[in-house]
C-alpha cells in the first residue's frame, strides 16, 4: 500500500486525466509524437513522487520531488504546443493546465522549504 500524499493523490488522477487525453489524441486526432512525449512527463510526475515517498533519505527525497516538478514543467511544455497546435480546444487545454499548475506550485513549495 502507498504512503498517502496530497500531491502524489493530485499526481495520480493528473495522470489518469494524461492517459485519457493520450488516448483521445492518439485515435481521435491521429497525433502520435506529441501525444506520447506529453504521457511520458504527464505520467512519470507522479511516478517520481511516488519513488520519493519511499526515499532513503532527505536528500533522496528532495532529489526525486526535483525530478517531479521538472517533469511537470516539461507537461506544461507540452500541453501549450498541442493547444497552440489545435489538438485541444480551449476548455480541454485549460482544465489540464490548471492541474499542472496545481502540482507544479505543490511541488515547487515542497522542494523549497528550508533544508
Given at each position: 500500500?502507498?504512503?498517502?500524499?496530497?500531491?502524489?493523490?493530485?499526481?495520480?488522477?493528473?495522470?489518469?486525466r494524461?492517459?485519457?487525453?493520450?488516448?483521445y489524441?492518439?485515435?481521435?486526432?491521429?497525433?502520435?509524437?506529441?501525444?506520447?512525449?506529453?504521457?511520458?512527463?504527464?505520467?512519470?510526475?507522479?511516478?517520481?513522487?511516488?519513488?520519493?515517498?519511499?526515499?532513503?533519505?532527505?536528500k533522496?527525497?528532495?532529489?526525486?520531488?526535483?525530478?517531479?516538478?521538472?517533469?511537470?514543467?516539461?507537461?506544461?511544455?507540452?500541453?501549450?504546443?498541442?493547444?497552440?497546435?489545435?489538438?485541444?480546444?480551449?476548455?480541454e487545454?485549460?482544465?489540464?493546465?490548471?492541474?499542472?499548475?496545481?502540482?507544479?506550485?505543490?511541488?515547487?513549495?515542497?522542494?523549497?522549504?528550508?533544508?
Amino acid at each position: 500500500m502507498a504512503i498517502k500524499s496530497i500531491v502524489g493523490e493530485k499526481s495520480l488522477a493528473f495522470g489518469k486525466r494524461i492517459a485519457k487525453c493520450y488516448r483521445y489524441l492518439r485515435y481521435s486526432k491521429k497525433e502520435h509524437i506529441l501525444s506520447d512525449q506529453l504521457l511520458r512527463s504527464g505520467t512519470s510526475i507522479g511516478a517520481n513522487i511516488r519513488e520519493g515517498l519511499y526515499a532513503q533519505s532527505r536528500k533522496d527525497f528532495i532529489n526525486k520531488l526535483n525530478i517531479a516538478l521538472k517533469e511537470s514543467a516539461e507537461t506544461d511544455y507540452w500541453l501549450e504546443i498541442i493547444h497552440i497546435a489545435d489538438y485541444l480546444n480551449e476548455e480541454e487545454y485549460l482544465s489540464l493546465k490548471k492541474d499542472n499548475d496545481e502540482l507544479l506550485r505543490l511541488l515547487a513549495s515542497i522542494v523549497k522549504k528550508p533544508k
